[in-house]
T-cell receptor, first 112, second 114 residues
Framework: DQQVKQNSPSLSVQEGRISILNCDYT??????FLWYKKYPAEGPTFLIS?????DKNEDGRFTVFLNKSAKHLSLHIVPSQPGDSAVYFC???????????FGSGTKLNVKP | NAGVTQTPKFQVLKTGQSMTLQCAQD?????MYWYRQDPGMGLRLIYY???????DKGEVPNGYNVSRLNKREFSLRLESAAPSQTSVYFC?????????????FGPGTRLTVL
């Protein structure tokens, strides 16, 4: 049973507009929430994270929002750029620090 | 500073063959991980090692064994490969800490079992 779900396998956005990627989870035993970006034939790279005690974290064009009551995590990219086209994974870290649970990924295509 | 390296990049095996995937990191991280990525499934944890000398099972350990050879190296062994083990395998490392500790990933090994 998947604890972490990314229900949109793909998303297409025009350059300059906002991209919103979503992630839902089923239990509360996570202390950190992360987003990774993955290009073809490469390993995932860390993008941004948020602690369970916060509800928003910004880093340049990237903002992560956490709604613990809804068990929902989202990543906003504003403005979107063609170089942002990649697969985005959310990852949740369990309280034992060692285990990370990944969503299935959302493929973002930013059209010029 | 190479980060996390994995060998080989590609491998084709026949059912029943064995092989070892190698992983090394040069960031002096305590924790290392092996994941597999299958279409529509995201990354699933196979085994992890919190520190040198320790290993633990993840979500999908069946059919695999691991060795934490030293702080730098963490290998994954398939003793008798099966078609269900066709996947892309990623090794990762991180610093074990109570604060945020993102994982650094290698480039992956694409394995096909015929």
């Amino acid at each position: 049973d998947q604890q972490v779900k990314q229900n949109s396998p793909s998303l297409s956005v025009q350059e300059g507009r906002i991209s919103i990627l979503n992630c839902d989870y089923t239990n509360s035993m996570f202390d950190y929430f992360l987003w990774y970006k993955k290009y073809p034939a490469e390993g995932p790279t860390f993008l941004i994270s948020i602690s369970s005690i916060k509800d928003k974290n910004e880093d340049g064009r990237f903002t992560v929002f956490l709604n613990k009551s809804a068990k929902h995590l989202s990543l906003h990219i504003v403005p979107s750029q063609p170089g942002d086209s990649a697969v985005y994974f959310c990852a949740l870290r369990g309280y034992n620090f060692n285990k990370f649970y990944f969503g299935s990924g959302t493929k973002l295509n930013v059209k010029p | 500073n190479a980060g996390v390296t994995q060998t080989p990049k590609f491998q084709v095996l026949k059912t029943g063959q064995s092989m070892t995937l190698q992983c090394a990191q040069d960031m002096n991280h305590n924790s290392m991980y092996w994941y597999r990525q299958d279409p529509g499934m995201g990354l699933r944890l196979i085994y992890y090692s919190a520190s040198e000398g320790t290993t633990d099972k993840g979500e999908v350990p069946n059919g695999y064994n691991v060795s934490r050879l030293n702080k730098r190296e963490f290998s994954l062994r398939l003793e008798s490969a099966a078609p269900s083990q066709t996947s892309v395998y990623f090794c990762a490392s991180s610093e074990l800490a109570s604060g945020i500790s993102e994982q650094f990933f290698g480039p992956g090994t694409r394995l096909t079992v015929l």
